[in-house]
């Protein structure tokens, strides 16, 4: 779906508005707490799972909601978690090799899509099954599961949301990386924001191919958005975010009405005003992980995708006391729809299909 620098890919939740608290501290993972065992499908028993990720919750999004529900995960099943984060992308067969090998360990999480063929030889090299992302070729059953996103489902509601806040008639949405994710969700925050009004316009900005952490991009790109009059800033970007949020609060101290959707994660406290966040793109991956355990369990384990979307749960836009009530209603008839069927909602995986979106 992506190339292999790429960090992911993603989804929404069901059919009526999540109300989404804030994310938990991380500080428990990797603690001995009490733990049961669970039976692989190898027959073996095991009583620890593992997540090695490139990088650390600080990044407010792919690595901080990856983390924080995989030891939620854990924690449901009875299991302990083993996590290393912030590995990079040097040498990632060796680390999740190691998280493979530890003692009582029956399912180790490789969450980047960077990390797929890395993952399928640690595999291969030590049995135990592994979960990628994206890339649903690199399925094996029994072996590698893979996780794919209708990331364009949640950008949809988030559109809706953006388009009966701004005053400006202008919305910006800021893109960190060559990534599927990011223009799958901005290809369907173009739908949903035009499906309130068609003559909205739509700017977006770049920061590169790669500029998934780039921080003091990420604020440069928001700025220029800003100062072209776009009210209601969407932002992709892992670390980027930071810089995102950074962009948004220096406008509103400077007197601007700017509001702010995030992405994947909760960035609740980057806020100098919380006025100015008006919701996130929230993925949740606990579901996915608990069935992935329990699937090896059955002797089942990737007989198929592991698609997060809005009808699983898998996908959310998240509540904040910015959301009237006209926005919660549209987007809880929105969210009906797409589960239905009754709207779909077309997925840009290039940004040439993007541009075409735009386009129109």
């Known amino acids: ?57 600080a990044d407010h999004g792919w ?12 924690d449901n099943l009875g299991l302990k978690l083993d996590s290393y984060p912030n590995v990079g992308y040097d040498n990632p ?12 360990v029956g399912f180790v999480i490789a969450h980047a899509s960077g990390f ?28 590698v599961g893979v996780i794919t996103f209708s990331a364009e489902q949640v950008g949809y509601l988030a559109g809706i949301a953006a388009a009966k806040t701004t005053q400006s008639k202008k919305l910006g949405v800021a893109i960190s990386a060559d990534d599927v994710n990011w223009y799958s969700m901005s290809g369907g925050f173009a739908q949903g924001a035009r499906s309130i009004d068609p003559s909205i316009q739509i700017d977006v900005a770049y920061i590169s191919a790669a500029g998934y952490d780039d921080s003091k991009g990420g604020k440069s790109i928001v700025q220029q958005l800003i100062a072209k009059g776009d009210d209601v800033v969407f932002g992709m970007g892992d670390g980027a975010t930071v810089g995102y949020v950074a962009a948004v609060n220096d406008a509103n101290a400077a007197g601007n009405k700017v509001k702010y959707i995030a992405d994947i994660g909760d960035v609740s406290d980057l806020f100098t ?32 995708p592991y698609n997060l979307d ?7 836009l998240q509540d904040t006391p910015n959301l009237t009530s006209d926005i919660k209603s549209a987007v809880k008839d929105a969210t009906t729809k797409i589960n239905s069927g009754a709207i779909k909602v077309d997925q840009a995986q290039t940004k040439a299909q993007l541009d075409k979106i735009l386009a129109k």
């Open 63 to 74: 690595n901080q909601v990856g983390l924080k529900d995989a030891q939620e995960a854990a």
């Open 1 to 57: 779906m992506h190339s292999s620098i790429l960090k992911r890919t993603v989804l929404a939740a069901g059919s009526t508005l999540a109300v989404v608290a804030l994310l938990a501290a991380c500080s428990g993972r990797g603690n001995d707490t009490s733990a049961g065992s669970t039976t692989g499908s190898t027959g073996a028993s095991f009583s620890r799972m593992a997540i090695v990720t490139p990088a650390t919750e």
């Open 273 to 304: 005003s919380k006025d100015a966040l008006l919701a996130s793109a929230l993925w949740s991956f606990t579901g996915t992980y608990e069935q992935a355990v329990k699937d090896i369990k059955a002797g089942t384990y990737a007989k198929k």
């Open 116 to 143: 797929g063929d890395a993952a399928a030889k640690a595999q291969a090299n030590t049995g135990v099954p592994v979960l990628v992302t994206d890339y649903p070729s690199k399925q094996v059953p029994g072996k």
């Open 93 to 104: 067969e060796t680390n999740i090799e190691q998280a493979a090998k530890k003692s009582g």
């Open 310 to 316: 809005l009808a699983n749960g898998g996908m959310l």
